[in-house]
């Protein structure tokens, strides 16, 4: 999949001219990348959209003008874009009460180390992190966000393809697993045909 070049960022007053747009076609697309597993974890699958947006909202807010600060944004947003035959998520630890965060965190440390994915019956295949979310295990606490990848080979790539996927959480204190919605598993399909 294509990488995010400085030639395809806008400025700010162009941005803002398509932003409004952009904000309902990527919330649009979200919503057939996002799949949500047990009650306190959604994982939302990346692609070249997802991180165009991202880079596009952190110059905005950040009101960046400087070449090297955009191009900063850009080399640490392409990270996420997956290669060929990977696919790449970002998971969302989500507990909206800030007691139950508090006491929960703690709990959830290491989870971004329990992440799997069942195709068919034939392949579990165990997603990775960032290394920076071993920070977990510094702070005593589970971050939030983690960003991680899940490989295939070409082989798992066609079973994907054709067999049902489920999703993973073996976690000793957060267990959850779901099927991968058909909507979200076409969207992965072209992720992973992508060049």
Known sequence: MRKVSKEDILNLYEYEKVRDQKIREITQLKKKRRVHVGDKITIVFENYDTVWF????????????????????????????????????????EIPDE???????PKLVGIHNSVYFHIGNKYTLRAYAEERSDEDYETGKAAVVHFMKVDLTPEQVEAFK??????????ENY????????????????DLEAD
Do not use: C, G, W
């Open 54 to 93: 991202q880079i596009q909202e952190m110059i905005r807010a950040e009101r960046m003008v400087k070449d090297e600060d955009i191009q900063f944004e850009i080399d640490t947003y392409n990270e996420l874009i997956p290669e060929k035959n990977q696919l790449s998520f970002t998971l969302f630890i």
């Open 162 to 171: 054709k067999e049902p996927v489920r999703i993973e959480i073996n976690h």
């Open 99 to 105: 007691a139950e965060r508090r006491r929960e965190l």
């Open 175 to 190: 267990k959850a697993m779901v099927e991968l919605p058909e909507e979200v598993k076409r969207e992965l399909v072209k």
